[in-house]
């Protein structure tokens, strides 16, 4: 029998703003009751070491995610310094989330190339490897205060992707849709992910129960505001949805009540028990947070 695993919340914050309003903004996620706040990687958006350890010196109890790293960009011997020396700067409060990249804008405008899925997924391994290695090393230096390195989370919906995720990772992150030849995301149905969580429980063998599963959240909204979210995603629908955006389980819909029970629901349904929301959902999600906390929502000050 599957044990649950307790949940953890994060919040991946993707809106470039002054220092101070960064500090405060950290400081808001921590004091609404989450776990983690994530730093997303796209040009135009804030550096994600810098952005991490500035968030650590703000928070007490936080951990720091990258949520994820375009691995890409990143040679890995050099990444595996700036690693080691923010999970120094943080006292060991670094989680590294990696991806394989996928927009291929981003790609052009840094001048590498936006090479197949297959070598994208290949230097995301190497990476992996290399990481490891470096901090087995007792010599290696700067050494980061989690023996081994920080936990390594994997985001991808790929085959590849979560076939190496399966492989390495100790939290594997569903995106909850496929990427577009064209850079754009096609949301992918309640049984689409089914099918994706059953592929990566299989890859992960007797390391199932081990390895935390993660769903990033694209939005938290009440019901009236249903009409404009059909709106706006449009043909990134799946059809067989309708007009019924709450069946999808990278939105969450209704009250705090009925997104609480829809939030148990994934970690009974799929296993989901790392649940992290967009910086735009923070507020929203915060009363069901404190729901799945039993904290009462006027309290919730209280629970950082």
């Not at 019901?223 to 939105?251: N, Q, S």
Request: with cysteine; hydrophobic share 45%.
């Amino acid at each position: 029998m599957t044990v649950q695993r307790e949940f953890r919340f994060g919040v991946n914050m993707v809106v470039p703003e002054s220092r101070a309003a960064w500090v405060e903004k950290c400081r808001r996620a921590e004091e609404l009751g989450f776990d983690v706040i994530g730093v997303a990687d796209h040009l135009g958006m804030p550096a994600p070491f810098p952005a991490m350890i500035l968030a650590a010196e703000a928070t007490e109890r936080v951990r720091l995610n990258t949520f994820v790293l375009n691995t890409p960009f990143y040679n890995p011997v050099l990444l595996a310094r700036d690693v080691a020396g923010a999970d120094q700067f943080t006292n060991g409060r670094v989680e590294l989330g990696l991806g394989a990249g996928y927009v291929k804008a981003e790609f052009d405008a840094a001048g590498i190339p936006f090479e197949s899925g297959g070598k994208r997924v290949a230097h995301v391994e190497r990476t992996v490897t290399t990481l490891a290695r470096l901090f087995a090393d007792p010599e290696y230096q700067p050494r980061p205060v989690q023996p081994g390195g920080p936990p390594l989370l994997i985001a991808g919906w790929g085959d590849r992707l979560l076939s190496v995720a399966a492989a390495h990772a100790d939290i594997v992150a569903f995106t909850g849709a496929a990427a577009t030849s064209g850079g754009s995301l096609q949301i992918a149905s309640p049984d689409q992910m089914s099918e994706r969580v059953a592929y990566a429980r299989d890859r992960l063998g007797s390391r199932a129960e081990q390895v935390e599963f993660n769903l990033l959240i694209q939005r938290v909204l009440p019901r009236e505001d249903v009409p404009a979210l059909l709106e706006e995603f449009g043909p990134a629908l799946p059809p067989e949805i309708g007009d019924e955006p709450e069946k999808l389980p990278i939105l969450l819909i209704g009250s705090p009540e009925e997104i609480a029970d829809r939030v148990r629901d994934l970690r009974t349904r799929y296993g989901f028990s790392y649940i992290t929301v967009l910086e735009p959902s923070m507020e929203a999600f915060a009363p069901a947070l404190a729901l799945l906390r039993g904290v009462a929502v006027e309290d919730r000050a209280d629970m950082a």
